[in-house]
Nanobody, 115 residues
Framework: QAPLGESGGGLVPPGGSLRLSCQVDRVIFGSYSMGWYRQAPGQQRELVAFITTSGSTNYADSVKGRFTISREYVKKAIDLQMNSLKPEDTAVYYC?????????WGRGTQVTVSS
């Protein structure tokens, strides 16, 4: 069983919103800082945002003010609320640890922003 399972992607017009969710094993949830990453076609995977075990957050400049990462304690998930989406946000989005060795990558969830 993969330790990470991303969901919530889809096709939205520019200016739209999506909420991604990453289901995480409870041990992983409680032990590690977690991040959302994305990879656009032909580009390297990049960090979008991360959240520490204490709830501190940090964002890439390109998404500041538009995206919000959160820990959902009841469902043991790391969510990413994405507002005011732009075409350049189009990518496959993944979650994984932030800092230290990565866990096996999940399949990701496709986000496409297009009119």
């Amino acid at each position: 069983q993969a330790p990470l399972g991303e969901s919530g992607g889809g096709l939205v017009p520019p200016g739209g919103s999506l909420r991604l969710s990453c289901q995480v094993d409870r041990v992983i949830f409680g032990s590690y800082s977690m991040g959302w990453y994305r990879q656009a076609p032909g580009q390297q995977r990049e960090l979008v945002a991360f959240i520490t075990t204490s709830g501190s957050t940090n964002y890439a400049d390109s998404v500041k003010g538009r995206f919000t990462i959160s820990r959902e304690y009841v469902k043991k998930a790391i969510d990413l609320q994405m507002n005011s989406l732009k075409p350049e946000d189009t990518a496959v989005y993944y979650c994984n640890k932030w800092g230290g060795a990565y866990l096996p990558w999940g399949r990701g969830t496709q986000v496409t922003v297009s009119s």
